[in-house]
């Protein structure tokens, strides 16, 4: 039995009690009231990069509280959550996506291109520090942790020239107008499922189930499907160098007629920056993750395991 308030499971930074808020204020408006509780990760506890921490470290402690019966709902950010399934829990809905892409956050707003030979730009994540690096623009790449506002205030009080960030967690906290350039994915393909949340709950709570299913957009889930299957086929994590980006496109078939399919683009890079593998392919939107499973293994034929090594 699903109690009358629903217990919505979230992390307590801005950006999570945001789109938490969101999932738990359309539930309401849909009859379903409900209300946050905010649950302390490993990685609120801790300071250290997230390349140490390990697998799960924002999204553990959420799990935990739902098999214990603490909330009925947890809303993650989807590309913290590790990509081993969870037979007793269940991604009920993957809401309408945000703009997936990175965004430059600069000194002065200026774009990537002209920024000097030696600025200082902030991100810890390998696949944007890889990424970056192979631009060759000579950018000293700097470690960054910590909540947006704080990677945001390192522009704004001098110690760095620019940040990157998820485009996505800007915009939910209504800060796109800092925003220098988004890049795209030709130049800095995101991570896995950036963009998207996870709204999950318990497999045999099948009412709730179907409820949280009502918010379930079928483009966003089919999309961050390939791109996760990409990562799990590939067998790294959520802090590897890998990018993948899929979006429901228009295409012509052989009469002419547009029917609608999956297009995926991933991109595996050596974290030094010397060498990147990247692949696209196009597949039907109901086979999402076989899609992102053949990329995978065209990667993995292309040499990437040695630049996940
Ligand atoms: N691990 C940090 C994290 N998890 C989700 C987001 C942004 C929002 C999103 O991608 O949905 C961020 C911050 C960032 O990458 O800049």
Same mark, same amino acid.
Do not use: W
């Given at each position: ?25 359309? &539930? ?30 924002? #999204?553990? *402690? ?57 600025? #200082? ?5 390998? +696949? ?13 790449? +700097?470690? &960054? +942790? ?13 110690? &760095? ?65 390939? *791109? ?82």
């Amino acid at each position: 039995m699903t109690p009358p308030v629903l217990r919505i499971g979230t992390r307590g930074s801005l950006l999570a009690t945001t789109q938490a808020g969101h999932v738990a204020q359309a &539930l309401t408006d849909a009859g379903h009231p409900a209300e946050l509780v905010i649950i302390k990760t490993q990685g609120d506890k801790s300071a250290a990069p997230v390349t140490e921490i390990g697998v799960g470290v924002f #999204t553990t *402690e959420l799990r935990v509280a739902l098999r214990n019966d603490e909330i009925d709902v947890a809303v993650h950010s989807y590309k913290d959550l590790p990509t081993a399934p969870e037979p007793d829990l269940v991604i009920a809905a993957v809401p309408p996506r945000e703009d997936a892409r990175d965004a430059l956050v600069s000194n002065g707003n200026r774009v990537l291109g002209a920024l000097p030979v030696g600025a #200082t730009v902030g991100t810890s994540a390998p +696949r944007r520090v890889a990424q970056l690096r192979a631009l060759g623009l000579g950018l000293e790449i +700097r470690p &960054l +942790r910590g909540n947006l506002d704080s990677r945001l205030g390192k522009v704004a009080n001098g110690e &760095l020239d620019a940040v990157v960030v998820a485009r996505a967690g800007l915009a939910r906290i209504g800060r796109t107008e800092v925003i220098a350039e988004a890049f795209d994915p030709v130049v800095l393909l995101p991570a896995p499922a950036q963009g998207a949340l996870a709204v999950e709950c318990r497999a045999d709570d099948a009412q709730l189930v179907s409820t949280l299913a009502t918010l379930d957009d079928p483009s966003s889930r089919a999309a961050v499907d390939a *791109e996760r299957a990409v990562l799990a086929a590939l067998e790294a994590g959520c802090t590897a160098p890998v990018g993948a980006y899929a979006e429901v496109v228009e295409s012509l078939d052989d009469d002419g007629r547009i029917f609608l399919e999956l297009s995926l683009r991933a991109a595996v890079a050596a974290v030094d920056g010397s060498d990147v593998i990247r692949s696209s392919a196009v597949g039907p939107i109901e086979q999402a993750a076989q899609v992102g499973r053949a990329l995978a293994a065209e990667m993995l034929e292309s040499g990437a395991a040695s630049l996940l090594a």
